[in-house]
């Protein structure tokens, strides 16, 4: 059974940086693409940064230009390098890994920036 699995989450001011981590264990195979995606209570989950087999990437407008999506050194990873961040940000970051027909879920992990 494939499992996600995010890290890197917690509480930093408003300026400051993260970058979480995320890895796939449970498979042998490629994970195609990875996404990471946010959600705050009563919002719907939106998406963050993508990263596709060919290195194309893609970005909310909300963090463009402020996060950067890169695939791990190790196999099956991915990271999210978040700068400048601003209490919009702040909500629970999910990862997901998608190997056609399959999409793989991680169970998320908080950021919370102070302001």
């Known amino acids: 059974q494939v499992q996600l699995v995010e890290s890197g989450g917690g509480l930093v001011q408003a300026g400051g940086s993260l970058k979480l981590s995320c890895a796939a264990s449970g498979t042998t195979v490629n994970i195609n693409a990875w996404g990471w995606y946010r959600q705050v209570p009563g919002k719907q989950r939106e998406l963050v940064a993508e990263?596709?087999?060919?290195?194309?990437?893609k970005y909310g407008e909300a963090v463009e230009g402020r996060f950067t999506i890169s695939s791990g050194n190790a196999k099956n990873t991915v990271q999210l390098q978040m700068n400048n961040l601003n209490p919009e940000d702040t909500a629970v970051y999910y990862c997901?890994?998608?190997?056609?027909?399959?999409?793989?879920w991680g169970q998320g992990t908080q950021v919370t920036v102070s302001s």
């Open positions: 997901a890994g998608y190997k056609p027909p399959y999409e793989y």
């Open positions: 990263i596709f087999s060919n290195g194309a990437t």
